[in-house]
Nanobody
């Protein structure tokens, strides 16, 4: 079994910053790509950021220059530092990891349960 557990979501003022974290656990042999997706209200889930084992980045155009993804392979964690948050960033954020388990030769994509990012009043 593989688990991805997110933390750090919650209310944020528009224009503010927030840091999301995610930890992977389970019978993991190798973690390849890690990153974050999000689902905005009324929209389908979309890729926000990806970071490969080799350090190659990929970001959605809408977050370039404002969001930064990082990972710690020793801790099996991936973070998303978000700044300049606007109304278009409000939604549910999902951690993603491409994982090969110890007793399974396949490499599969896994997602966390999601953590909401909301606007504080």
């Amino acid at each position: 079994q593989v688990q991805l557990v997110e933390s750090g979501g919650g209310p944020v003022q528009l224009g503010g910053s927030l840091r999301l974290s995610c930890a992977a656990s389970g019978d993991i042999a190798t973690i390849y790509d890690m990153g974050w997706d999000r689902q905005l209200p009324g929209k389908t889930r979309e890729m926000v950021a990806r970071l490969t084992r080799d350090g190659d980045f990929r970001y959605a155009d809408s977050v370039k220059g404002r969001f930064t993804v990082s990972r710690d392979d020793a801790k099996r964690t991936v973070d998303l530092q978000m700044s300049g948050l606007n109304a278009g960033d409000i939604g549910v954020y999902y951690c993603f990891a491409q994982i090969r388990m110890t007793l399974d030769p396949r490499t599969l994509g896994y997602w966390g349960q999601g953590t909401p990012v909301t606007v504080s009043s």
